[in-house]
Nanobody, 127 residues
Framework: QVQLVESGGGLVQAGGSLRLSCVASGRTNNRLAMGWFRQAPGKEREFVAAIARYSGNTEYADSVKGRFTISRDDAKKTVYLQMNSLKPEDTAVYYC????????????????????WGQGTQVTVSS
């Protein structure tokens, strides 16, 4: 079984930065695509960013393009989300997710494409 643990959330002022990390433990394979989603109170979980098995391909939600960057370190079984120029509307619980049977260069963006989820980390941006 694969377990994902996020870290790096917290309280930051608008315009600030945070870097989220998500580390996998357990048996993983080399077919992983990785993603970040978020869920604000009273809203559905939404896609933020994802990276394909081969890190040349990434996708971002329009709301975070140019501000957030996703990256991965396969040796460490870790995916990162660098968040810059944070806005109050970025406030949410952020979840990482792994697609364990990803197609080579495809970037999954739907929640039902992911097999494993972390427990979430809170990000709060004050105005």
């Amino acid at each position: 079984q694969v377990q994902l643990v996020e870290s790096g959330g917290g309280l930051v002022q608008a315009g600030g930065s945070l870097r989220l990390s998500c580390v996998a433990s357990g048996r993983t394979n080399n077919r992983l695509a990785m993603g970040w989603f978020r869920q604000a109170p009273g809203k559905e979980r939404e896609f933020v960013a994802a990276i394909a098995r081969y890190s040349g391909n990434t996708e971002y939600a329009d709301s975070v393009k140019g501000r957030f960057t996703i990256s991965r370190d396969d040796a460490k079984k870790t995916v990162y989300l660098q968040m810059n120029s944070l806005k109050p509307e970025d406030t949410a619980v952020y979840y990482c997710a792994f697609d364990a049977n990803a197609i080579l260069y495809y970037v999954p963006t739907r929640t039902d494409e992911y097999d494993y989820w972390g427990q979430g980390t809170q990000v709060t941006v004050s105005s």
